[in-house]
């Protein structure tokens, strides 16, 4: 049995439980017993956290969208320039991805699903904060005339977002995660060159 933790702890224990067996299968396979079983405890110590495996999902969704943000606006903010930024925000969600292999397993199973649930929303919810994000940046980088106008940022900001989901169904196909990071440079080469600059 693990150690007891406060409250807050074990919440963050079990997520992470739940979002490692999501890296090895499908999230709609993984029982609160499989979460239980992961993290050392009962199922029933669960269920004083979580009502419910969709509630444990809805919390990990929330963990994804905060330590996304985090990790994506500390490579933004180290960078020197808009377009740096920009580079060093496609490299951070890749290496999240290498880090957090479940996460897209997660997300894809939850696009998939007909009805809107609460965790679905907060997909939605997490990708809308993505894309202010980058249309801020993108935004400074017209401005500071690193990239030249005319440019059509939703696009750029669309096309920014569908590379690295295709790089991440890439590394789920072939099994291997970490092939991401030297594909990563030179799909980002290429999309910078599409916006009219070389990397």
Request: proline share 4%; glycine share 8%; no cysteine.
């Amino acid at each position: 049995m693990s150690n007891r933790m406060s409250t807050d702890e074990r919440r963050a224990e079990i997520v992470a439980a739940a979002l490692r067996l999501a890296s090895g299968a499908s999230p709609g396979s993984i029982t609160t017993a499989d979460v239980a079983a992961e993290v050392g405890i009962t199922q029933g110590a669960i269920f004083k956290h979580f009502p419910t495996k969709e509630a444990i999902w809805l919390a990990a969704m929330g963990w994804v969208g905060e330590a996304l943000q985090v990790a994506l606006r500390a490579a933004a903010d180290r960078a020197v320039t808009p377009l740096d930024a920009l580079e060093a925000m496609f490299h951070a969600h890749v290496a999240f991805v290498i880090a957090h292999p479940g996460v897209p397993r997660f997300i894809f199973h939850e696009l998939q699903k007909a009805d809107d649930s609460a965790a679905k929303g907060a997909v939605r919810s997490v990708l809308q904060g993505y894309r202010r994000l980058l249309l801020q940046v993108l935004e400074r980088a017209v401005a500071d005339g690193q990239i030249p106008e005319p440019l059509d940022r939703e696009a750029a900001a669309t096309g920014f977002i569908g590379l690295i989901q295709g790089l991440v169904m890439q590394s789920m196909l072939n099994g291997r995660p970490g092939a991401m990071r030297a594909q990563a440079r030179r799909v980002f080469a290429l999309y910078a060159s599409g916006l009219g600059v070389s990397r």
